[in-house]
């Protein structure tokens, strides 16, 4: 699914809002349910006031009644009375208009009372004998309620900021944890730990964040090889070229002292080789680092090896070249220049390391959309350990080989550079009966 950094933010959000608007509904009823009722000491309060006037209505002190009604509707504000089932006044001054055509006397203290209307209930506390009621307007002083607002305050502005607050936490954490670990993988790359990855830390997620990672990842790898490849091209560089200077330095020496053709021909070879060798590293540091695709030319396979293998004969007339080649294999968007360089390299170290009187054979074929170039030698073959090795540059199978009898090994290096450039693949394997095979693919 595409976008899925926004499918993830976007889901937080719903889920932060409807938790919020669900919380606030819930604590708000929640809320007002619990103040809605009359405080516990409040109720005490009236039930005692509706025992004492039992009391005083069970003696008969009706006029001692109506003046503890009086003083209880002064010291409260309030109106008291008592009366009847059928809403006869038993004692009071009057009838509360409340009363006006109803059919009720009032409240049970234990009910909730409605925060949102103007007047306080009237509350009813029936005397003992069941048709005798105390009644009295609730004084402003017990209605429920009092902290209503600040609660409604509360809800509306402390929850809604502790909730988006997290819901900003879960948001950034998400979005700020994998840019911190790509920024601490950057500065590890960049003090020299070219093994600084990101994307194994951020386990199973899959977003544009978690794409990002895995490119830096790629590219990483790639930036680290480089640097390692090229270091250890310029070590192993510098390290082919001290035994020609000092060649050359030697020879110029007895120039100096006498007058040596030979040593003037050495010279010439050296200098040649050290170009030679200059020219294939720094042609084989360019495709390291550009990894080119060269694509564009049209050839025919066959004759481009046709060419190789005259030339090769010429060079190597004491070598036998055996080739086995259908009449064409044309090949479309290559290059002619790089592939035949890269196969020149592979059949010219064929030849090197074969013996006089040896064969090398060359056989092309076509398998699944493929072609199959097969280049045997009879050497002695490459230790099962260095098969791989053999494409790394300077690499010799043998240290203490020097330049006149196994070249500078860049040959096979740079030939691996220039198949991949044409989309192809190259792999070396042991021949059963001795020798060195190599295997290049490709692509029709």
């Known amino acids: 699914m595409k976008r899925r950094l926004f499918w993830k933010l976007f889901a937080i959000l719903v889920a932060g809002t409807v938790a919020l608007y669900g919380a606030i509904d819930w604590l708000a009823n929640h809320t007002e349910q619990r103040m809605s009722l009359i405080a516990e000491k409040h109720q005490l309060e009236m039930k005692s006031w509706a025992a004492e006037a039992e009391a005083i209505y069970k003696a008969g002190e009706m006029q001692l009644l109506d003046q503890w009604i009086e003083d209880l509707e002064k010291r409260e504000d309030t109106w008291v009375a008592i009366a009847g089932s059928d809403l006869t006044l038993l004692a009071g001054n009057y009838m ?13 203290v234990e009910y909730m009372i409605h925060l949102y209307y103007a007047y306080n209930p009237i509350m009813e506390l029936p005397f003992v004998d069941g048709h005798t009621h105390f009644l009295v307007r609730l004084p402003q002083r017990m209605r429920p309620g009092g902290f209503l607002k600040p609660a409604q305050l509360l809800l509306q502005i402390a929850l809604p900021f502790v909730v988006l607050a997290l819901v900003c936490l879960m948001l950034y954490r998400h979005l700020v944890t994998p840019i911190q670990k790509l920024e601490k993988a950057t500065r590890q790359f960049n003090e020299g730990n070219y093994d600084a990855r990101v994307s ?39 390290h082919e070229l001290r035994t020609p200077i000092t060649r050359i330095e030697m020879a110029l020496s007895s120039i100096s002292e006498k007058n ?10 050296e200098v ?18 550009e ?6 030319e049209y050839l025919d396979l066959v004759d481009l090896l046709d060419s190789i293998i005259d030339d090769a004969r010429f060079e190597y007339p004491d070598r036998k070249l055996v080739s086995c080649m259908p009449e064409s294999a044309p090949l479309d968007s290559s290059s002619h220049r790089i592939l035949g360089q890269s196969i020149e390299n592979v059949i010219r170290n064929a030849l090197r390391y074969t013996p006089q009187g040896g ?59 220039q198949i991949e450039a044409v989309s192809g693949s190259i792999k070396a394997s042991n021949l059963a009966r001795g020798g060195l095979q190599i295997r290049i693919i490709l692509p029709v």
């Open 200 to 238: 194994q830390s951020l386990g199973a997620r899959n977003d544009e964040l978690a794409s990002l990672a895995r490119t830096f990842d790629t590219m990483a790898e790639h930036t680290g090889g480089l640097i390692v490849t090229q270091r250890q091209l310029i070590a192993d560089l510098s």
């Open 291 to 296: 990894k080119p695709q060269i694509k564009g």
């Open 272 to 289: 040649a080789q050290m170009r030679e060798m200059t020219e294939d590293a720094l042609t084989l540091a360019w495709m390291d680092t």
């Open 96 to 108: 509360d208009d409340y009363y006006t055509g109803s059919l009720r006397l009032g409240r049970n």
């Open 359 to 417: 064969e090398v054979s060359i056989q092309l074929s076509i398998k699944d959309d493929e072609y199959l170039l097969t280049i045997c030698d009879q050497g002695p073959g490459v230790p099962e350990e260095s098969l791989d090795k053999i494409f790394q540059p300077f690499y010799r199978v043998e240290k203490s080989r020097g330049a006149d009898s196994g070249g500078f090994g860049l040959g096979l290096a740079l030939a691996k550079r």
């Open 260 to 269: 040596c053709p030979e040593n003037i021909e050495r010279i010439q070879r």
